[in-house]
């Protein structure tokens, strides 16, 4: 079992940065894929960015130069580095994890860009 918890989210102008955290409750060095997801009022989650633990990285095309991703496998902690944010990337982000079979998703953190 895994437990992810997300923090960092806010309210932000455009242009503005923000930093997402993901932190698990166990050793995230052996999970198969970590990543982020959001989901807009009205709109299906979508994938924003994934990590294997071969270090392959996916990010979806509307965020790429913007969003990095990244893991440190000491703190078992996932981030997502938000740079010029747009209000089109308002939404909730999920944290994601599949290990042992298993997906597992935290309780999401809700980012809002507006002026």
């Known amino acids: 079992q895994v437990q992810l918890v997300e923090s960092g989210g806010g309210l932000v102008q455009p242009g503005g940065s923000l930093s997402l955290s993901c932190a698990a409750s166990?050793?995230?060095?052996?999970?198969?894929?970590m990543g982020w997801y959001r989901q807009a009022p009205g709109k299906a989650r979508e994938l924003v960015a994934a990590r294997t633990s071969g270090g392959n990285t996916n990010i979806v095309e509307s965020v790429k130069g913007r969003f990095t991703i990244s893991k440190d496998n000491a703190r078992n902690t996932m981030y997502l580095q938000m740079n010029n944010l747009k209000p089109e990337d308002t939404a909730v982000y999920y944290c994601y994890a599949y290990t042992d079979g298993r997906s597992y998703w935290g309780q999401g953190t809700q980012v809002s860009v507006s002026s």
């Open positions: 166990r050793s995230i060095s052996s999970f198969n894929v």
